[in-house]
C-alpha cells in the first residue's frame, strides 16, 4: 500500500506530489524513481495524468478481458474478475469483503494461481486445502474451502469451466474438534460474583439478549424504545435488525431484558449501556467498553472465580455466553424462539417472529 497523501495533496493525481520548496515531482510506482517537474501546477497536473494513463495501457485487466469475451484464465487471473462479479451480486458487508479478500490474495500468490482454470483438477483442490488446513488450521480450511467452490461456480456461469466440472465440489472439508468448553449457567453466576459491575451489565446483556460481543459493546440507552431494544447486527453489516421486548424473561435467570436495561443505568452520565464506571488512564467515567476489554474482564473475572477447562480444551470465553444464551431459550422456548431472538434464520422463524415494517424482525415475549 502507498503511503498517505498529505489533505493538501489528496485532490492530485496519483503519483504527483510536492515538496516544501514548491516543485512538483512525479514518483513511478514501478521503480519508486523520481522525476521534477517544475512549480507549474497545470503542467504537472497535464504530464502526470498522461504518465497514468501510459502506465494503465501497460497492465492487463482480467475484468476488461473478460468483457471482451475472454474465456481462457489461470487462476490468478479470474479472482479479480469473480471479486467483481460476487461484489456486485452480494454487496457483502464491510467485515466479510475484508475476510474474502484475505483468502483471494492467499489463493491468488499460491501455486495454484498459475494453473489455467481448465486444468484445475479435483486432486489439486484437495493437495492445496490439505496443505492450507495445516498452515492455517482447519476452521480456516473450511473457508477457504467455501470460498473457492463459489469461485469455480461463478467459472461455471460465465463459460470459463463446463458446467458440473467444479473441481472443488468433490472435496471434503476439513474435521476439527471444538476446543473451547461450554459455559455453564452455573459457571456463568461464578464468574458474574467476580466481575466489575460494568463487566456483570455486560454478561447479562449478553445472556439476555443472545447477542454478540460486538453488538453488546455498542447498545445504547437511545436504542431502547417503546419497551423494545433495537439491536442492527454488526455482522451482517446492519441488515440484521431486531426488536426484542423487553419482556423476554428467562425463569432460570429471573429478569427480563427490559430489568437489565434498567439495571445498567446508574448516576454516571453515559450513551452507552455497558460503560466505564471509574477514570483509568485516558479511559473516563461513561466512556464506551471496548469488545477486547469485555473479553479481558470476562477472563479476569474467570480466573478469579478459579473456572479451568478440562484437559485438551480451552476455558470458555465471553462469546460462549451467546451460546449458552440459545440453550436456554430453546430449553424454555424451543428451538424457534431461540433462532429468532439470536438473529438466525430459518423458515419458522420468518413465519413465527418476521415483522417487515421498516425491516425490523419483532420477537415478542412468549
Keep these: 500500500m502507498g503511503r498517505q497523501r498529505l489533505a493538501k495533496n489528496r485532490a492530485f493525481p496519483p503519483n504527483l506530489y510536492q515538496n516544501t520548496a514548491g516543485y512538483f515531482y512525479y514518483r513511478n510506482p514501478q521503480t519508486k524513481e523520481q522525476k521534477g517537474l517544475g512549480r507549474d501546477k497545470a503542467r504537472a497536473f497535464q504530464e502526470a495524468r498522461k504518465a497514468n494513463a501510459a502506465l494503465a495501457t501497460r497492465e492487463p485487466s482480467s475484468l476488461v478481458d473478460w468483457v471482451l469475451g475472454r474465456k481462457d484464465y489461470t487462476l490468478a487471473e479470474w479472482l479479480p474478475v469473480y471479486r467483481e462479479l460476487w461484489d456486485e451480486k452480494t454487496q457483502p458487508a464491510a467485515n466479510t469483503r475484508y475476510a474474502a479478500n484475505s483468502l483471494l490474495k492467499r489463493l491468488g500468490e499460491a501455486d495454484l494461481g498459475n494453473m489455467r482454470m481448465r486444468h484445475i483438477e479435483t486432486v489439486h483442490v484437495a493437495t492445496y486445502l490439505e496443505e492450507f488446513a495445516k498452515l492455517s488450521g482447519a476452521g480456516m480450511a473450511r473457508n477457504m474451502r467455501s470460498k473457492m467452490r463459489d469461485i469455480f461456480r461463478w467459472a461455471e456461469t460465465q463459460g470459463v469451466i463446463d458446467v458440473g466440472r467444479n473441481p472443488v465440489a468433490a472435496t471434503f472439508n476439513a474435521g476439527y474438534k471444538v476446543k473451547r468448553e461450554r459455559l455453564s449457567l452455573e459457571q456463568f453466576w461464578a464468574i458474574h460474583a467476580h466481575a466489575t459491575t460494568w463487566a456483570k451489565n455486560a ?24 419497551g423494545f431494544l433495537h439491536v442492527a447486527q454488526g455482522k451482517s453489516g446492519g441488515e440484521t435488525k431486531l426488536q426484542l421486548d423487553g419482556a423476554i424473561k428467562l425463569t432460570k435467570v429471573g429478569v427480563s431484558i427490559g430489568d437489565v436495561v434498567a439495571g445498567c443505568r446508574d448516576l454516571i452520565v453515559s450513551r452507552y449501556l455497558v460503560h466505564h464506571t471509574e477514570r483509568v488512564s485516558s479511559i473516563k467515567p461513561g466512556d ?79
Design 288 to 366: 464506551k467498553v471496548r469488545t477486547g476489554g469485555l473479553s479481558d474482564a470476562f477472563k479476569e473475572a474467570r480466573e478469579r472465580a478459579k473456572i479451568e477447562a478440562s484437559e485438551g480444551r480451552t476455558p470458555p470465553s465471553f462469546h460462549e455466553i451467546r451460546s449458552l444464551s440459545e440453550r436456554l431459550y430453546r430449553e424454555e422456548f424451543g428451538s424457534d424462539f431461540a433462532q429468532a431472538i439470536l438473529g438466525h434464520k430459518s423458515a419458522q422463524m420468518t413465519a413465527k417472529y418476521d415483522d417487515l415494517r421498516g425491516g425490523w424482525k419483532t420477537v415478542r415475549a412468549k
Design 203 to 226: 454478561m447479562m446483556l449478553a445472556l439476555l439478549t443472545g447477542q454478540r460481543r460486538d453488538d453488546i459493546a455498542n447498545m445504547k440507552f437511545a436504542d431502547y424504545k417503546d
